[in-house]
Nanobody, 122 residues
Framework: QVQLVESGGGLVQAGGSLRLSCAAS????????LGWFRQAPGKGNEFVAA????????NYADSVKGRFTISRDNAWNTAYLQMNSLRPEDTAVYYC???????????????WGQGTQVTVSS
């Protein structure tokens, strides 16, 4: 069992930066790949980024490449999403999720956080 809690969302102006955190707890939390998804009004969950359990591999959606960076802490139980050059279209509820393997597919993620709202104003 893995529990995930996101934090760091808020309101930011276009071009600004925001850093999201995902605190993972549970005995096997460090063995899971962690990913970020987002959901805007009227849209389904969109893959954003993911990182392997070891932290040695990452994957990004084309829409955020070069702007967002995913990382894990030394204990591998906290994931971060550094978001730079934010755009209004980045506005969404951002969710952290855990999977046994790094993947872009939502169905492969077993555990989900509650979400944190990110709003980018123009």
């Amino acid at each position: 069992q893995v529990q995930l809690v996101e934090s760091g969302g808020g309101l930011v102006q276009a071009g600004g930066s925001l850093r999201l955190s995902c605190a993972a707890s549970g005995r096997t939390a460090s063995s899971y790949a962690l990913g970020w998804f987002r959901q805007a009004p009227g849209k389904g969950n969109e893959f954003v980024a993911a990182i392997t359990s070891s932290g040695g591999g990452t994957n990004y959606a084309d829409s955020v490449k070069g702007r967002f960076t995913i990382s894990r802490d030394n204990a591998w139980n906290t994931a971060y999403l550094q978001m730079n050059s934010l755009r209004p279209e980045d506005t969404a509820v951002y969710y952290c999720a855990a999977s046994r393997v790094i993947t872009t597919q939502r169905y492969q993620y077993n555990y989900w956080g509650q979400g944190t709202q990110v709003t980018v104003s123009s």
